[in-house]
């Protein structure tokens, strides 16, 4: 049984000589711009570029969908839509509009394991090792003790290798 690896680092840069995909989630109303989305635009265009045109054709954006956009030779990256709206600080902002004092986590852990399975169907198809952040942890507001099982039994116990990379600590903490 394969393990996830933990490792300090950029998820962006993803180590090894192998073939990669980058996974993280995303929201179902087509906002991007704040969290680990900030870092893989400013190394690609062609994740956001794809999840907007994704979520302007409304064709399959939806809970549980997975966009695979190529980046490189070697690289993808993995549009994993496992959230529900955006917190705000007003309350949680859907398609339709904001719930007002509604802070509820926007993760929707039935959707990632979803995600998940369809990831592990397009990794085993490249051969690729998956790379992640700790995907639904920030801004989606999930709890990594729910969301390592759920690539436990997704990913690594199919034999696909799996990274999560922590940011290093800034300086002076």
């Keep these: 049984m394969t393990t996830i690896t933990y490792r300090t680092g950029d998820a962006t840069t993803p180590a090894g000589s192998d073939l990669k995909i980058i996974a993280h989630v995303c929201n179902d109303i087509g906002a991007w711009g704040r969290g680990f989305v900030k870092a893989l635009s400013q190394r690609w265009p062609e994740p956001e570029a794809a999840y907007r045109a994704w979520h302007h ?18 690289l993808w990256v993995a549009n994993m839509i496992g959230q529900h709206g955006i917190r705000t600080a007003t309350g949680l902002r859907t398609a339709t509009g904001v719930r007002r004092g509604d802070h509820s986590a926007p993760i929707r852990y039935d959707a990632l394991k979803q995600c998940l399975d369809t990831l592990a169907d397009a990794a085993a198809a490249r051969r690729a090792s998956v790379h992640m952040p700790r995907i639904g942890a920030d801004l989606a507001g999930g709890s990594w003790d729910r969301i390592t099982p759920l690539i436990t039994a997704s990913l690594t116990d199919k034999g696909i290798t799996v ?5 290093p ?3 002076g903490r």
């Design 169 to 171: 600590l800034a300086s």
């Design 57 to 74: 054709s409304g064709d399959g954006f939806t809970l549980g969908a997975v966009q695979i956009v190529q980046v490189g030779d070697d």
């Design 163 to 167: 990274t999560v990379y922590d940011p």
